[in-house]
C-alpha cells in the first residue's frame, strides 16, 4: 500500500498552484482574454490547461505552502501576472482612448454604444479601434505569442519569494506612459484636420454671420471626421503593431531581470 504524507501532498498541490496563480492572474488581466465578454470559468480553464502542462516543468521552491514564506510567493506570482497582463493591456486603452479624442473632436462624443470587451459605454470610433485592432492581435497570432512569452517568464523568473525587482516594478509604472503616448499618435493627426476645419468655419463666421453653423458645420465636420477615420485606419494598424513589439519586449526584459 503506498502511504502518501502530509508533505508530499503539500508539495504536489504547490508544484501545481503557484504557476497556476500567476497563469490566472495573467489570463485575468491580459487583453482579450480578460474580455468582458469571456466568462470567468472559461478563463480558470484556459489557466488550468496551461498549468497543467507548464507545472511538470517548473522547479518548484523549497517553501512549505501554508506558511509566511508560502503567502510571500502567493502575492509574488499575482503581481508578476498582473503585470505582465497590465502591460498588454495599456497597449489596447491607448487605442481606446485615442478613439474617444477623436469622437469628441469630429462630434460623436454623443454616441456611445457598449463596448464587448469592458462591457461599458465607449464612444463609437474607439470601439472600432479596439474591435480592430483585437482582430489585428489575433492575426498576427499575438496571443500565442503572449502565452509563450509568459510560459518561458517561469525560466527567466522562476517561482520563488523573489518576484519582480524595484527596477522592473519601476519600468511597469513608467510603462503608463504609453497610455497617453499611444492615444496622442492615434488621435493627433485627426484632431489637427479637424481643427482645420473648424479654423474654415470660423472664417466663414466672420463672413456669413447670419449663416447657421451649427447646422452646416457639424454634418460637415462629422462627414470630414469619417473620411479621415478611414483614411488612417492603415496607421492605426501600423501604429498599435509597433506598440505590441515594443510591450513584447519590455515583457521579455522585466521577466528577464533587467
Known amino acids: 500500500m503506498i502511504a502518501i504524507t502530509a508533505g508530499q501532498l503539500e508539495t504536489w498541490i504547490s508544484q501545481y498552484f503557484w504557476p497556476f496563480v500567476r497563469i490566472g492572474a495573467c489570463y485575468m488581466a491580459a487583453p482579450v482574454f480578460g474580455a468582458h465578454f469571456v466568462p470567468a470559468r472559461v478563463r480558470l480553464l484556459l489557466a488550468a490547461a496551461t498549468t497543467l502542462i507548464v507545472a511538470p516543468l517548473v522547479p518548484s521552491p523549497d517553501v512549505a505552502l501554508f506558511s509566511v514564506p508560502g503567502m510571500i510567493v502567493t502575492v509574488q506570482q499575482v503581481i508578476i501576472g498582473v ?101 496622442l499618435a492615434v488621435a493627433l493627426p485627426g484632431m489637427t484636420a479637424l481643427l482645420i476645419v473648424n479654423l474654415g468655419f470660423g472664417v466663414m463666421s466672420r463672413a456669413a454671420p447670419t449663416l447657421n453653423l451649427f447646422a452646416v458645420g457639424f454634418p460637415v465636420s462629422l462627414i470630414f471626421g469619417l473620411v479621415i477615420v478611414w483614411a488612417g485606419l492603415p496607421s492605426v494598424q501600423a501604429a498599435f503593431v509597433a506598440s505590441l513589439e515594443a510591450a513584447f519586449t519590455m515583457l521579455q526584459g522585466i521577466l528577464a531581470g533587467e
Open 83 to 183: 503585470a505582465i497582463g497590465f502591460i498588454l493591456q495599456l497597449i489596447f486603452d491607448a487605442l481606446s482612448m485615442g478613439g474617444q479624442l477623436l469622437s469628441n473632436a469630429m462630434g460623436l462624443g454623443f454616441a456611445f454604444n457598449v463596448d464587448p470587451l469592458r462591457g461599458a459605454s465607449t464612444p463609437v470610433v474607439g470601439q472600432l479601434y479596439m474591435l480592430l485592432v483585437t482582430l489585428t492581435f489575433l492575426a498576427l497570432d499575438g496571443h500565442l505569442a503572449f502565452i509563450e512569452t509568459l510560459v518561458d517568464g517561469f525560466t527567466t523568473l522562476p517561482v520563488g519569494t523573489h518576484g519582480l525587482g524595484a527596477n522592473a516594478l519601476w519600468s511597469v509604472v513608467a510603462w503608463g506612459s504609453q497610455l497617453f503616448a499611444g492615444a
